[in-house]
Protein backbone atom coordinates (compact mmCIF):
# COMPACT_ATOMS: atom_id res chain seq x y z
CA UNK A 1 0.00 0.00 0.00
CA UNK A 2 0.99 3.51 -1.22
CA UNK A 3 2.41 5.82 1.61
CA UNK A 4 -0.21 8.75 2.38
CA UNK A 5 -2.38 7.51 0.45
CA UNK A 6 -6.05 8.42 1.80
CA UNK A 7 -7.73 5.51 2.82
CA UNK A 8 -10.19 5.82 4.91
CA UNK A 9 -12.13 9.20 5.94
CA UNK A 10 -15.10 8.01 7.76
CA UNK A 11 -13.20 9.34 11.04
CA UNK A 12 -11.50 12.37 9.93
CA UNK A 13 -10.70 15.08 12.13
CA UNK A 14 -10.24 13.70 15.58
CA UNK A 15 -7.66 16.04 16.72
CA UNK A 16 -5.59 14.95 19.89
CA UNK A 17 -5.29 17.45 23.16
CA UNK A 18 -2.30 18.14 25.71
CA UNK A 19 -4.27 16.16 27.89
CA UNK A 20 -4.37 12.77 25.74
CA UNK A 21 -0.24 13.48 25.38
CA UNK A 22 0.10 13.65 29.21
CA UNK A 23 -2.00 10.62 30.23
CA UNK A 24 0.14 8.94 27.60
CA UNK A 25 3.27 9.84 29.66
CA UNK A 26 2.05 8.55 32.68
CA UNK A 27 1.17 5.64 31.36
CA UNK A 28 4.43 5.49 29.48
CA UNK A 29 6.26 5.52 33.13
CA UNK A 30 5.49 1.57 33.41
CA UNK A 31 7.61 1.09 30.22
CA UNK A 32 9.24 -1.97 32.21
CA UNK A 33 6.46 -3.41 34.02
CA UNK A 34 5.65 -6.67 32.15
CA UNK A 35 9.16 -6.74 30.62
CA UNK A 36 9.52 -10.31 28.91
CA UNK A 37 12.67 -12.02 26.74
CA UNK A 38 10.25 -12.46 24.11
CA UNK A 39 9.08 -9.30 22.93
CA UNK A 40 10.09 -6.70 25.67
CA UNK A 41 8.86 -4.11 26.19
CA UNK A 42 5.64 -4.01 23.61
CA UNK A 43 3.18 -4.38 26.12
CA UNK A 44 4.16 -1.57 27.95
CA UNK A 45 4.30 0.52 24.66
CA UNK A 46 0.32 -0.43 24.01
CA UNK A 47 -0.66 0.23 27.58
CA UNK A 48 0.87 3.76 26.98
CA UNK A 49 -0.72 4.03 23.43
CA UNK A 50 -4.07 2.65 25.23
CA UNK A 51 -5.59 5.99 25.98
CA UNK A 52 -4.76 7.39 22.43
CA UNK A 53 -5.92 4.26 20.56
CA UNK A 54 -9.41 4.50 22.24
CA UNK A 55 -9.32 7.99 21.38
CA UNK A 56 -8.47 7.50 17.81
CA UNK A 57 -10.27 4.21 16.82
CA UNK A 58 -13.91 4.17 17.90
CA UNK A 59 -14.07 0.79 16.31
CA UNK A 60 -13.05 -2.56 17.23
CA UNK A 61 -11.49 -3.27 13.63
CA UNK A 62 -9.10 -0.38 14.18
CA UNK A 63 -8.64 -0.80 17.55
CA UNK A 64 -7.75 -4.88 16.99
CA UNK A 65 -4.90 -3.54 14.20
CA UNK A 66 -4.00 -0.64 16.29
CA UNK A 67 -3.18 -3.11 19.20
CA UNK A 68 -1.43 -5.88 17.54
CA UNK A 69 0.54 -2.96 15.49
CA UNK A 70 1.86 -2.14 19.13
CA UNK A 71 2.25 -5.71 20.76
CA UNK A 72 6.00 -6.15 18.11
CA UNK A 73 8.75 -6.00 19.51
CA UNK A 74 9.82 -3.17 21.31
CA UNK A 75 12.77 -2.33 23.02
CA UNK A 76 15.05 0.96 24.04
CA UNK A 77 16.66 2.66 26.94
CA UNK A 78 13.37 3.73 28.89
CA UNK A 79 14.11 7.67 28.91
CA UNK A 80 13.61 7.66 25.08
CA UNK A 81 10.77 6.11 25.20
CA UNK A 82 8.84 9.15 25.30
CA UNK A 83 10.14 10.97 22.34
CA UNK A 84 9.53 8.22 20.03
CA UNK A 85 6.22 7.66 21.92
CA UNK A 86 5.13 11.13 20.92
CA UNK A 87 6.43 10.99 17.42
CA UNK A 88 4.04 7.61 17.16
CA UNK A 89 0.68 9.26 18.35
CA UNK A 90 1.13 11.78 15.86
CA UNK A 91 1.83 9.32 12.90
CA UNK A 92 -1.63 7.47 14.66
CA UNK A 93 -3.72 10.47 14.62
CA UNK A 94 -2.22 10.68 10.69
CA UNK A 95 -3.37 7.63 10.22
CA UNK A 96 -6.82 7.74 11.92
CA UNK A 97 -7.72 11.13 10.03
CA UNK A 98 -7.45 9.52 6.75
CA UNK A 99 -3.31 9.27 5.80
CA UNK A 100 -2.64 5.50 6.02
CA UNK A 101 0.64 5.68 8.14
CA UNK A 102 0.23 2.19 9.49
CA UNK A 103 3.10 0.53 7.94
CA UNK A 104 5.57 3.51 8.44
CA UNK A 105 4.70 3.13 12.68
CA UNK A 106 5.94 -0.22 12.95
CA UNK A 107 9.57 1.20 10.35
CA UNK A 108 9.70 4.16 12.70
CA UNK A 109 9.60 2.46 16.20
CA UNK A 110 11.90 -0.32 14.98
CA UNK A 111 14.92 2.46 13.52
CA UNK A 112 14.15 4.67 16.64
CA UNK A 113 15.07 1.73 18.52
CA UNK A 114 18.87 0.91 18.30
CA UNK A 115 20.29 4.65 18.07
CA UNK A 116 17.68 5.99 20.91
CA UNK A 117 18.93 3.45 22.83
CA UNK A 118 22.31 4.14 22.80
CA UNK A 119 21.87 8.01 23.81
CA UNK A 120 19.69 7.34 26.63
CA UNK A 121 22.23 4.64 27.91
CA UNK A 122 25.22 6.24 27.80
CA UNK A 123 24.11 9.44 28.69
CA UNK A 124 20.96 8.69 31.60
CA UNK A 125 22.12 5.38 32.96
CA UNK A 126 26.03 5.75 31.95
CA UNK A 127 27.04 9.17 32.65
CA UNK A 128 24.45 11.24 34.65
CA UNK A 129 22.98 8.55 37.49
CA UNK A 130 27.00 7.59 38.10
CA UNK A 131 27.95 11.24 38.61
CA UNK A 132 24.31 12.19 41.21
CA UNK A 133 24.93 8.92 42.65
CA UNK A 134 28.41 8.97 43.19
CA UNK A 135 27.83 12.66 44.85
CA UNK A 136 25.33 11.12 47.11
CA UNK A 137 26.51 8.27 48.51
CA UNK A 138 30.25 10.28 48.83
CA UNK A 139 27.89 12.62 51.37
CA UNK A 140 26.50 9.66 52.58
CA UNK A 141 29.62 7.95 53.77
CA UNK A 142 30.83 11.09 55.19
CA UNK A 143 27.41 10.41 57.37
CA UNK A 144 25.29 12.75 55.62
CA UNK A 145 21.47 11.89 55.44
CA UNK A 146 21.29 14.80 52.36
CA UNK A 147 23.17 12.38 50.58
CA UNK A 148 20.10 10.07 49.26
CA UNK A 149 17.98 13.24 48.95
CA UNK A 150 20.16 15.37 46.84
CA UNK A 151 20.50 12.20 44.32
CA UNK A 152 17.03 11.63 44.09
CA UNK A 153 16.24 15.63 43.55
CA UNK A 154 18.87 16.18 40.86
CA UNK A 155 18.07 12.71 39.15
CA UNK A 156 14.11 13.49 39.49
CA UNK A 157 14.32 16.76 38.25
CA UNK A 158 16.53 16.05 34.82
CA UNK A 159 14.57 12.65 34.44
CA UNK A 160 11.06 13.47 34.57
CA UNK A 161 11.64 17.28 33.24
CA UNK A 162 12.91 15.01 30.12
CA UNK A 163 10.36 12.43 29.70
CA UNK A 164 7.54 14.66 30.45
CA UNK A 165 8.62 17.56 27.68
CA UNK A 166 10.48 14.39 25.19
CA UNK A 167 7.02 13.52 24.52
CA UNK A 168 4.96 17.01 23.04
CA UNK A 169 8.18 17.02 21.24
CA UNK A 170 8.49 14.29 19.85
CA UNK A 171 4.87 15.11 18.58
CA UNK A 172 5.49 18.04 17.05
CA UNK A 173 9.29 17.58 15.57
CA UNK A 174 8.94 14.02 14.83
CA UNK A 175 10.97 11.19 12.93
CA UNK A 176 13.60 13.60 11.08
CA UNK A 177 14.42 14.62 14.09
CA UNK A 178 14.76 11.75 15.92
CA UNK A 179 16.55 9.99 13.44
CA UNK A 180 19.23 12.50 13.55
CA UNK A 181 19.50 12.68 17.04
CA UNK A 182 22.46 10.33 16.71
CA UNK A 183 24.34 12.75 14.82
CA UNK A 184 23.08 16.34 16.03
CA UNK A 185 25.61 18.12 17.24
CA UNK A 186 23.49 18.82 20.23
CA UNK A 187 23.43 14.95 21.82
CA UNK A 188 27.30 14.84 20.82
CA UNK A 189 28.04 18.08 23.13
CA UNK A 190 25.81 17.11 25.74
CA UNK A 191 27.13 13.75 26.23
CA UNK A 192 30.87 14.99 25.80
CA UNK A 193 29.85 17.50 28.61
CA UNK A 194 28.60 14.59 30.55
CA UNK A 195 31.55 12.62 30.62
CA UNK A 196 33.97 15.30 31.36
CA UNK A 197 32.09 16.08 34.70
CA UNK A 198 31.62 12.43 35.16
CA UNK A 199 35.63 11.96 34.76
CA UNK A 200 36.20 14.83 37.14
CA UNK A 201 34.17 13.08 39.97
CA UNK A 202 35.26 9.90 39.24
CA UNK A 203 39.04 11.22 39.70
CA UNK A 204 37.49 12.12 43.46
CA UNK A 205 35.79 8.93 43.77
CA UNK A 206 38.60 6.63 42.66
CA UNK A 207 41.22 8.70 45.42
CA UNK A 208 38.66 8.89 48.35
CA UNK A 209 36.42 5.52 48.01
CA UNK A 210 38.52 2.78 47.19
CA UNK A 211 40.00 1.04 50.65
CA UNK A 212 43.27 -0.49 49.59
CA UNK A 213 45.55 -0.20 53.18
CA UNK A 214 48.76 -2.29 54.43
CA UNK A 215 49.56 -2.70 57.55
CA UNK A 216 53.25 -3.65 56.73
CA UNK A 217 56.17 -2.15 59.48
CA UNK A 218 60.27 -2.39 58.51
CA UNK A 219 62.30 -2.05 61.56
CA UNK A 220 64.86 0.22 60.40
CA UNK A 221 67.35 -0.02 63.51
CA UNK A 222 65.46 2.31 66.57
CA UNK A 223 62.73 3.02 63.69
CA UNK A 224 60.00 2.13 62.72
CA UNK A 225 59.10 2.74 59.21
CA UNK A 226 54.88 2.08 57.77
CA UNK A 227 54.75 1.26 54.65
CA UNK A 228 51.21 2.74 54.22
CA UNK A 229 53.19 6.30 55.13
CA UNK A 230 55.85 5.70 52.83
CA UNK A 231 53.51 4.88 49.77
CA UNK A 232 51.59 8.15 50.98
CA UNK A 233 54.43 10.16 50.75
CA UNK A 234 55.14 9.32 47.23
CA UNK A 235 51.07 9.94 46.01
CA UNK A 236 48.27 9.51 48.56
CA UNK A 237 45.76 6.71 47.56
CA UNK A 238 48.34 5.07 45.65
CA UNK A 239 47.22 1.45 46.17
CA UNK A 240 43.51 2.08 44.83
CA UNK A 241 44.90 4.65 41.93
CA UNK A 242 47.04 0.90 41.03
CA UNK A 243 43.81 -0.99 41.55
CA UNK A 244 42.37 0.88 39.49
CA UNK A 245 43.84 1.32 36.37
CA UNK A 246 44.85 -2.59 36.42
CA UNK A 247 40.74 -3.72 36.32
CA UNK A 248 40.69 -0.90 33.60
CA UNK A 249 43.29 -2.56 31.51
CA UNK A 250 41.60 -5.85 32.21
CA UNK A 251 38.20 -4.92 31.23
CA UNK A 252 39.83 -3.21 27.89
CA UNK A 253 40.66 -6.52 27.21
CA UNK A 254 37.61 -8.13 27.64
CA UNK A 255 37.38 -10.01 30.54
CA UNK A 256 34.16 -10.32 32.13
CA UNK A 257 32.85 -8.63 34.84
CA UNK A 258 31.98 -11.10 37.12
CA UNK A 259 35.27 -12.86 36.83
CA UNK A 260 36.95 -9.92 38.29
CA UNK A 261 34.50 -9.82 40.75
CA UNK A 262 35.54 -13.18 41.86
CA UNK A 263 39.02 -12.29 41.80
CA UNK A 264 39.02 -9.46 43.69
CA UNK A 265 37.93 -12.15 46.50
CA UNK A 266 40.46 -14.17 45.80
CA UNK A 267 43.17 -11.37 45.24
CA UNK A 268 41.87 -10.38 49.01
CA UNK A 269 42.09 -13.47 50.74
CA UNK A 270 45.63 -14.09 49.85
CA UNK A 271 46.38 -10.75 50.83
CA UNK A 272 44.95 -10.75 54.07
CA UNK A 273 46.08 -14.04 54.92
CA UNK A 274 49.85 -12.95 54.17
CA UNK A 275 49.00 -9.64 56.32
CA UNK A 276 49.77 -7.49 53.51
CA UNK A 277 46.57 -5.64 53.70
CA UNK A 278 44.27 -4.98 56.35
CA UNK A 279 40.95 -3.24 57.08
CA UNK B 1 9.85 -12.41 64.18
CA UNK B 2 7.47 -12.78 61.38
CA UNK B 3 5.80 -9.19 61.84
CA UNK B 4 9.61 -7.44 60.82
CA UNK B 5 10.17 -10.08 58.37
CA UNK B 6 6.87 -8.69 56.86
CA UNK B 7 7.47 -5.14 56.92
CA UNK B 8 11.30 -5.63 55.76
CA UNK B 9 9.56 -7.76 52.50
CA UNK B 10 7.36 -5.16 52.10
CA UNK B 11 9.95 -2.19 51.92
CA UNK B 12 11.73 -4.33 49.57
CA UNK B 13 9.34 -5.58 46.84
CA UNK B 14 7.67 -1.81 47.03
CA UNK B 15 11.68 -0.65 46.53
CA UNK B 16 12.24 -3.27 43.42
CA UNK B 17 9.04 -2.50 41.60
CA UNK B 18 10.87 1.39 40.97
CA UNK B 19 12.42 0.05 37.61
CA UNK B 20 8.83 -1.97 37.18
CA UNK B 21 6.15 -0.25 38.32
CA UNK B 22 6.24 3.36 39.10
CA UNK B 23 8.79 5.25 36.75
CA UNK B 24 12.73 4.79 37.52
CA UNK B 25 12.62 7.46 40.68
CA UNK B 26 15.71 5.54 41.50
CA UNK B 27 14.84 4.99 45.28
CA UNK B 28 15.59 1.15 44.20
CA UNK B 29 19.77 2.43 44.49
CA UNK B 30 21.41 0.52 47.06
CA UNK B 31 21.67 4.62 48.23
CA UNK B 32 18.37 4.92 48.79
CA UNK B 33 17.49 1.65 49.72
CA UNK B 34 20.11 1.75 52.84
CA UNK B 35 18.65 4.56 54.16
CA UNK B 36 14.71 3.86 53.78
CA UNK B 37 15.68 0.12 55.37
CA UNK B 38 18.12 1.70 58.06
CA UNK B 39 14.37 4.04 59.33
CA UNK B 40 12.16 1.05 59.26
CA UNK B 41 14.27 -0.98 60.65
CA UNK B 42 15.09 2.11 63.34
CA UNK B 43 19.14 2.23 62.82
CA UNK B 44 19.30 4.75 59.86
CA UNK B 45 23.12 5.51 60.32
CA UNK B 46 23.67 2.07 59.60
CA UNK B 47 21.96 1.58 56.75
CA UNK B 48 23.11 5.28 55.15
CA UNK B 49 26.64 3.42 55.73
CA UNK B 50 26.00 0.20 53.79
CA UNK B 51 23.96 1.54 51.32
CA UNK B 52 26.59 4.01 50.34
CA UNK B 53 29.19 1.91 50.67
CA UNK B 54 26.50 -0.88 48.00
CA UNK B 55 26.25 2.23 45.73
CA UNK B 56 30.15 2.69 45.35
CA UNK B 57 30.14 -0.85 44.00
CA UNK B 58 27.37 -0.66 41.94
CA UNK B 59 27.88 2.85 40.43
CA UNK B 60 28.92 1.39 36.98
CA UNK B 61 26.75 -1.29 36.74
CA UNK B 62 23.75 -0.70 34.67
CA UNK B 63 21.37 -2.01 31.94
CA UNK B 64 22.75 -2.12 28.25
CA UNK B 65 20.37 -3.30 25.08
CA UNK B 66 18.47 -5.94 26.66
CA UNK B 67 20.87 -7.42 29.47
CA UNK B 68 19.97 -7.33 33.24
CA UNK B 69 22.39 -6.02 35.66
CA UNK B 70 23.34 -7.79 39.19
CA UNK B 71 20.30 -6.64 40.79
CA UNK B 72 21.40 -4.77 44.31
CA UNK B 73 17.86 -3.38 45.49
CA UNK B 74 16.93 -6.36 47.63
CA UNK B 75 20.55 -7.72 47.74
CA UNK B 76 20.76 -3.91 49.85
CA UNK B 77 17.47 -4.59 51.57
CA UNK B 78 18.27 -8.46 52.60
CA UNK B 79 22.66 -6.87 53.95
CA UNK B 80 20.96 -4.08 55.55
CA UNK B 81 18.32 -6.14 57.05
CA UNK B 82 20.79 -8.46 58.84
CA UNK B 83 23.12 -6.22 59.88
CA UNK B 84 20.58 -4.41 61.88
CA UNK B 85 18.65 -7.18 62.84
CA UNK B 86 21.29 -10.31 63.97
CA UNK B 87 24.18 -7.00 64.47
CA UNK B 88 27.00 -7.94 61.79
CA UNK B 89 29.89 -5.61 61.47
CA UNK B 90 28.42 -3.04 58.48
CA UNK B 91 31.65 -3.95 56.51
CA UNK B 92 30.94 -7.46 56.56
CA UNK B 93 27.61 -6.61 55.29
CA UNK B 94 28.25 -5.13 52.14
CA UNK B 95 30.63 -7.67 51.19
CA UNK B 96 27.50 -10.32 51.64
CA UNK B 97 25.68 -8.33 49.43
CA UNK B 98 27.63 -9.45 46.39
CA UNK B 99 26.31 -12.64 46.25
CA UNK B 100 22.60 -11.96 46.81
CA UNK B 101 23.01 -9.58 44.27
CA UNK B 102 23.11 -11.84 41.84
CA UNK B 103 20.54 -14.68 43.05
CA UNK B 104 18.09 -11.93 42.90
CA UNK B 105 19.50 -11.14 38.98
CA UNK B 106 18.69 -15.03 38.55
CA UNK B 107 15.19 -14.38 39.75
CA UNK B 108 14.86 -11.41 37.66
CA UNK B 109 15.57 -13.19 34.74
CA UNK B 110 13.27 -16.08 35.56
CA UNK B 111 10.32 -13.26 35.55
CA UNK B 112 11.50 -11.77 32.31
CA UNK B 113 11.13 -15.48 31.11
CA UNK B 114 7.71 -16.12 32.50
CA UNK B 115 5.88 -12.84 31.18
CA UNK B 116 6.66 -14.16 27.96
CA UNK B 117 3.19 -15.59 28.82
CA UNK B 118 1.62 -12.56 29.01
CA UNK B 119 2.37 -11.69 24.85
CA UNK B 120 0.21 -15.07 24.02
CA UNK B 121 -3.19 -13.41 26.02
CA UNK B 122 -2.28 -9.83 25.00
CA UNK B 123 -2.14 -11.13 21.18
CA UNK B 124 -5.76 -12.89 21.85
CA UNK B 125 -6.96 -9.55 23.14
CA UNK B 126 -5.62 -7.79 20.21
CA UNK B 127 -7.13 -9.83 18.14
CA UNK B 128 -11.11 -9.16 19.31
CA UNK B 129 -10.47 -5.70 20.13
CA UNK B 130 -10.43 -5.60 23.53
CA UNK B 131 -8.12 -2.24 24.82
CA UNK B 132 -8.93 -2.00 28.16
CA UNK B 133 -8.01 -6.03 28.72
CA UNK B 134 -4.70 -5.16 27.93
CA UNK B 135 -3.92 -2.66 31.34
CA UNK B 136 -4.24 -6.04 33.71
CA UNK B 137 -1.35 -8.10 32.02
CA UNK B 138 0.53 -5.07 32.71
CA UNK B 139 -0.18 -4.75 36.32
CA UNK B 140 0.06 -8.93 36.39
CA UNK B 141 3.66 -8.64 35.09
CA UNK B 142 4.57 -5.69 37.62
CA UNK B 143 3.28 -7.84 40.78
CA UNK B 144 5.57 -10.32 39.81
CA UNK B 145 8.17 -7.85 40.35
CA UNK B 146 7.12 -6.59 43.50
CA UNK B 147 7.00 -10.61 44.51
CA UNK B 148 10.81 -10.96 43.15
CA UNK B 149 11.76 -8.25 46.01
CA UNK B 150 9.41 -8.86 48.45
CA UNK B 151 10.15 -13.18 48.47
CA UNK B 152 13.41 -13.30 48.85
CA UNK B 153 13.72 -10.35 51.88
CA UNK B 154 10.85 -11.62 53.54
CA UNK B 155 12.59 -15.52 54.04
CA UNK B 156 15.78 -14.24 54.75
CA UNK B 157 14.75 -12.21 57.72
CA UNK B 158 12.31 -14.71 59.18
CA UNK B 159 14.22 -17.88 58.66
CA UNK B 160 17.67 -16.19 58.28
CA UNK B 161 18.65 -13.56 60.87
CA UNK B 162 19.64 -15.53 63.90
CA UNK B 163 20.97 -17.70 61.49
CA UNK B 164 23.24 -15.97 59.84
CA UNK B 165 23.93 -13.55 63.16
CA UNK B 166 25.42 -16.45 64.56
CA UNK B 167 27.17 -17.51 61.84
CA UNK B 168 28.99 -14.51 60.77
CA UNK B 169 29.54 -13.49 64.65
CA UNK B 170 31.13 -16.61 64.77
CA UNK B 171 33.33 -16.46 62.14
CA UNK B 172 37.26 -16.44 62.87
CA UNK B 173 38.87 -13.81 62.60
CA UNK B 174 40.69 -14.34 58.76
CA UNK B 175 37.03 -14.55 57.29
CA UNK B 176 36.08 -11.24 58.42
CA UNK B 177 39.06 -9.73 57.88
CA UNK B 178 39.10 -10.95 54.12
CA UNK B 179 35.38 -9.97 53.65
CA UNK B 180 36.18 -6.15 54.72
CA UNK B 181 39.57 -5.79 52.56
CA UNK B 182 37.07 -7.34 49.61
CA UNK B 183 34.51 -4.85 50.51
CA UNK B 184 37.29 -2.11 50.61
CA UNK B 185 38.80 -3.06 47.16
CA UNK B 186 35.64 -3.73 45.12
CA UNK B 187 34.29 -0.24 44.32
CA UNK B 188 37.24 -0.18 42.31
CA UNK B 189 35.77 -2.97 39.96
CA UNK B 190 32.53 -0.47 39.55
CA UNK B 191 34.93 2.17 39.09
CA UNK B 192 36.33 0.57 36.67
CA UNK B 193 33.37 0.18 34.70
CA UNK B 194 32.07 3.03 34.98
CA UNK B 195 35.28 4.58 33.77
CA UNK B 196 35.48 2.26 30.20
CA UNK B 197 31.63 3.26 30.04
CA UNK B 198 32.17 6.95 29.76
CA UNK B 199 36.14 7.41 29.08
CA UNK B 200 38.23 7.53 26.08
CA UNK B 201 42.19 8.64 26.13
CA UNK B 202 41.32 12.03 24.86
CA UNK B 203 39.19 12.93 28.49
CA UNK B 204 41.64 11.04 30.47
CA UNK B 205 42.97 14.72 31.25
CA UNK B 206 39.88 15.48 33.13
CA UNK B 207 39.67 11.96 35.55
CA UNK B 208 43.71 12.79 36.41
CA UNK B 209 42.85 16.64 37.31
CA UNK B 210 39.70 14.90 39.78
CA UNK B 211 42.16 12.24 40.98
CA UNK B 212 44.97 15.15 41.94
CA UNK B 213 42.21 17.01 43.51
CA UNK B 214 41.36 14.95 45.56
CA UNK B 215 44.54 12.85 46.76
CA UNK B 216 47.06 15.70 47.21
CA UNK B 217 44.89 18.18 47.82
CA UNK B 218 41.89 16.59 49.83
CA UNK B 219 39.23 18.70 47.49
CA UNK B 220 35.69 18.31 48.16
CA UNK B 221 33.54 16.26 46.09
CA UNK B 222 31.16 18.91 45.53
CA UNK B 223 33.76 21.70 44.77
CA UNK B 224 35.18 19.51 42.03
CA UNK B 225 31.73 18.70 40.70
CA UNK B 226 31.53 23.01 39.98
CA UNK B 227 34.74 22.73 38.11
CA UNK B 228 33.71 19.61 36.29
CA UNK B 229 30.49 21.35 35.46
CA UNK B 230 33.08 24.78 34.57
CA UNK B 231 35.14 22.30 32.58
CA UNK B 232 32.43 20.80 30.02
CA UNK B 233 31.27 24.11 29.70
CA UNK B 234 34.98 25.12 28.41
CA UNK B 235 35.15 21.78 26.57
CA UNK B 236 31.86 22.01 24.81
CA UNK B 237 32.60 25.70 23.65
CA UNK B 238 35.80 25.13 22.21
CA UNK B 239 33.80 21.99 20.27
CA UNK B 240 31.67 24.54 18.89
CA UNK B 241 34.51 26.95 17.83
CA UNK B 242 36.26 24.34 16.02
CA UNK B 243 33.12 23.19 14.38
CA UNK B 244 32.69 26.98 13.24
CA UNK B 245 36.11 27.14 11.86
CA UNK B 246 37.07 23.76 9.77
CA UNK B 247 33.84 22.86 7.40
CA UNK B 248 35.74 19.91 6.26
CA UNK B 249 35.71 18.15 9.77
CA UNK B 250 34.29 14.82 10.84
CA UNK B 251 32.40 13.64 13.95
CA UNK B 252 34.62 14.57 16.87
Given at each position: ?17 KK?L ?80 T ?10 M ?8 S ?12 L ?21 V?Y ?61 G ?48 L????K???? | ?31 V??L ?14 I ?40 K ?44 G ?30 L ?22 G ?38 VA ?11 KK??G ?6
Amino acid sequence: MEQGEVKHTENAGIKLTKKDLTSAFWRSLFDMSSINYERFQALGFLFAMTPIIKKLYPNREQRSAAMKRHLLMFNTNPVMINPILGTVIAMEEQNANGVDTTDAINDVKVGLMGPTAGIGDSLFWGTLRPIFAGLGAALALQGSYFGPVLFLLLWNVIYFGFRYLSVPYGYRVGITMLREAKKSNLVQKLSQGASVLGLMVLGVLVADWISIKTPVVFNAGQTVIKLQAVLDGIVPNLMPLLAFVALVALLRKRINPNKLLVGIFVVALLLSLVKFLAA
Amino acid sequence: MLGTALIVGLVAGLLEWDIYGWGHTQVNRPLVVGLVMGLVLKDPAKGLFIGASIEMIYLGVIAVGAAIPADATSATAIAVALAILSNIDPKVAVALAIPLAVVAQLLQMFIWTINSGLMHRADKYAEEGDLGKTDGLQYLGSFMFFLQGFVPAFLAVLLGAAAVGRLVNGMPAWITNWFKVAGGMLPALGFAMLYIMMGNNKLLPYFIIGFVLAAFFSANLVAVAFLGVAAAMIGVSVMSAKKTQGPAEKGV
